[in-house]
């Protein structure tokens, strides 16, 4: 089936509707908002087999999966629609009135986050359903009391429109107005350009490429009122591999490296990228160990012919550059979308002198960047761009002795992790997926686990309001009990 | 006595050794890092009347004033330092591992904030002592565990440099590196450009114009690597007058309008520059006395020439539009820097057929819109851009008939008061001070009360982290005994 872009005047009457919407949807009782939610989560599984054939016949992923990325999308739904419901997540401050207090009074004081308007949503090619229509943007916007307009990606549009008439359900069956959701489809840049330049339009979420985040970002800057854009880029998630792990268990490393490098035909924004180690045995070892791994590892089919061509050509470029070394490659697979899992290494002086090969690759690929000593491994991390993630393999004592490698990593990410794969987002309150500069547009915020709701909130300070006109979240009996910091003191 | 303007490349190694200094301070113990704060406030205080005095001549500003002012900035060196110490501020959560989940083992994630880098701090022409160099932008910062650079404004350059002394021998007394807070001077735009430019700063703080916040603002967007800038550039904040208050007590509401249009010359960010009410004989009555009020009210001294001249030349400008009429001018006063008080009106057709008439006259200046009837003055609060503040007068009953226009006034504001006026920031943590653009930049975040922390921060999680690797601050036996978010809950 195909789908036909919306227009330029049906974008701005949706707008229109938005923000229409918004004045009162960002009022609704917390308990509708969060039946709302959990709602959306109910009509998606109803929708059963069709969506998730849908979305494999769209996307080439396999039925696992998928299935897996409903249970998750599902279930931020019903974290957020429980976020709402407790309610302390407005960080609520109430200062209370000093009337005798000299040389001035001091008023009543009362401050709460609230949503900010109208948001934007782009669908992520890489999660059709978790991070697309009913995904991780629009599920915490909407949970903040901000209306949404979904851009559906075009390569699992249909996909898109079927999670789109389950979220329509759920809105009437618990009546939430028509346009607090909405859905446009949109091939041309010109529906992008037109949702984000909006005015009434007060916020964005994006997640794919350095190139589409970082037009959009800038379009939003240059509005005569600049807005946020979340956008969700480019990372290349270095995994840094300490000697004397190596020399213990560098089959162990490499098999645990492989599999994350071909997770998913390496289409994840925490996909390993680069792998940094000094150079010795071990690591010549380790990488014997990895490509074997590789060269024998299947080759999935990618997302759509854009990803997988982009694929082939930025692993063409990567290995063209001065001192890269192909180290293993798949075998098999010349299909149109094929993604062929790829190693390969190269000094660190040859990368210190070569920008692109600091850029993300998207697909199975990582680099392996030998070292010649603690020192240039130290100044590999420091050369490198914001990441979403950094990996550190190592045993306790020689972690210990890195302490200041650890300091310089965490200029460089928003998650760090010891022992691990950067693959794997947990959704959970502690879980940052966000980094400096590319990696994402805003390292200040999440967009995965409840505290991604605070991207579509602002605080508003309430002073000397009377008790009938306050926000439930700011009244004295605090009817939701709620967390508040009451008079400088937290309590309930 | 005359500051050169520091030079290029010393502003670049002043940014290098910032950073430098950054990486160990980041770190520091929070017992250091609030005897650093509280020293800060004593050195100031230890200035005596030699900073008074050399304030109130390089601003024109009363003694009274400057005392003030002084009394507030202390104040938030020591309430930083009190947050700082206490330690919950960073927002840790901890989710704990589920080694034995299915499908796939859930790893120990632990979230906080942690500082961003080196900043940028422009001192404020009409703060000299709370919004410029030891200003609430500067200790938040530092509080925050980030390396600060001041620019001083030219405008009162002595006091900046006194202030920036006795920062050093804080830093000094207490033990923390030199580099942590450096000071430059910079009367060409040239100098601001290369701190904001430099690619090692990680923020920028400013208060002053918004032709300057947003020169600033463009600048930090549209590097290789985009930064945050938090600038606080204009509002006219606009007070609402309900019809049945204003028939009650015209005169007292004129009084207060008086005393908050005229208080500091005029030179507050939060000055009541409109004035919104429905045409009838009690707004007739106002008008009078607020009219009679200004004419007799005394001229002050402004900030600086440039300032002086800027009001002359917007006032002017001002009065000049079609329909506006003037309604009363305070007499006297023609020397140099003279800033007369004056309020016009002009009817609610008029204004929204003019934009420059929503543009903020920085200065001792109201314009009263007359609005037909209640729809007209809806459409006038929808017609407004972003602003700090928003206030309303009215008598309960009418308040709350008047929900609807609350909830639009709180689309265009960062704070709501109700039966006072916009003058007057307590620094308290339920004050939001910050709005929608232009009045800021980023309306997400405060610039005064505890929670500006917060704009020089970002989260970063750590996952899998053996207890002797991780902060303090998410250590399991807590040592710091602050608030955490533990796996869902939150306890101390």
Redesign the interface.
């Known amino acids: 089936m195909e789908y036909i872009d919306t227009t330029l005047p049906e974008i701005n009457a949706a707008v229109l509707r938005s923000q229409e919407a918004f004045?009162s949807y960002k009022?609704s009782d917390r308990k509708k908002k969060a039946m709302f939610l959990r709602a959306i989560a109910d009509e998606i599984e109803a929708l059963g087999n069709e969506l998730v054939n849908t979305a494999m016949s769209e996307t080439y992923l396999p039925e696992a999966r998928i299935v897996g990325e409903r249970g998750r999308t599902t279930g931020h739904c019903r974290m957020f629609a429980d976020l709402v419901e407790e309610g302390?997540w407005v960080e609520a401050?109430?200062?209370t009135a000093l009337p005798d207090r000299a040389p001035?009074p001091?008023?009543d004081?009362?401050?709460m986050l609230?949503p900010?308007?109208p948001i934007v949503v782009f669908g992520a090619a890489n999660f059709p359903l978790a991070y697309s229509t009913a995904g991780g943007d629009t599920i915490s916007a909407l949970a903040a009391g901000c209306t949404v307009i979904v851009k559906a990606h075009p390569a699992h549009a249909a996909t898109s429109t079927l999670v789109a008439k389950a979220i329509d359900r759920a809105a009437k069956k618990t009546g939430i107005g028509e346009h607090v959701f909405q859905h446009v489809h949109g091939k041309s840049f010109e529906v992008g350009q037109a949702l984000v330049e909006h005015p009434l339009t007060k916020g964005v979420g994006f997640t794919g490429s350095l190139a589409g985040g970082k037009v959009l970002?800038?379009l939003a800057?240059r509005r005569p009122?600049?807005i946020?854009v979340f956008a969700e880029m480019s990372s290349i998630n270095p995994v840094i591999l300490l000697p004397d792990s190596l020399s213990q268990q560098a089959e162990k490393t490499a098999e645990m490296l492989a599999s994350s490098i071909t997770l998913g035909v390496g289409q994840f924004c925490t996909n390993p990228g680069l792998i940094l180690a000094i150079d010795n045995p071990s690591l010549e070892k380790f990488i014997a160990v990895l490509s074997a791994r590789i060269e024998v590892s299947a080759v999935g089919t990618m997302l759509h012919e854009g990803i997988a061509a982009n694929y082939v050509a930025k692993l063409k470029q990567s290995l063209a550059q001065r001192g890269v070394k192909l180290e293993g490659k798949s075998s098999a697979g010349s299909e149109n979308r094929a993604g062929m899992p790829a190693v390969a290494s190269v000094s660190a002086t040859d990368f210190l002198s070569n920008e692109l090969l600091t850029e993300e690759v998207f697909g199975p690929y990582s680099l392996i960047v030998k070292c010649k000593d603690q020192n240039e491994l130290h100044r590999v991390i420091n050369h490198l761009?914001?990441q979403l993630t950094s990996s550190v393999v190592g045993v306790?004592d020689e972690?210990?002795q890195n302490?200041d490698l650890?300091?310089?990593l965490?200029?460089k990410?928003?998650?760090?992790?010891?022992?691990?794969v950067p693959t794997?987002v947990?959704v959970?309150?502690?879980?940052?997926h966000?980094g400096?500069?590319?990696s994402t547009?805003?390292?200040?915020f999440?967009s995965v686990g409840v505290?991604a709701i605070k991207r579509f909130?602002?605080?508003?300070?309430?002073?000397?309001?009377?008790q009938?006109?306050l926000p439930v979240e700011l009244k004295d009996e605090n009817p939701m009990n709620i967390?508040r910091?009451y008079n400088?003191e937290?309590r309930k």
């Open positions: 004045m009022n302390s401050r109430i200062d001035a001091k008023p004081i009362r401050k609230v900010v308007g970002y800038d800057q009122e600049p946020p761009k914001g306790e972690l210990a302490a650890l300091q310089s965490q200029e990410a928003g998650r760090l992790i010891i022992n691990g794997g947990e959970c309150p502690s879980m940052q966000g400096p500069f590319p547009t805003d390292s200040r999440t505290d909130v602002r605080p508003v300070s309430f002073q000397n309001f009377p009938s006109l967390w910091l400088n937290w």
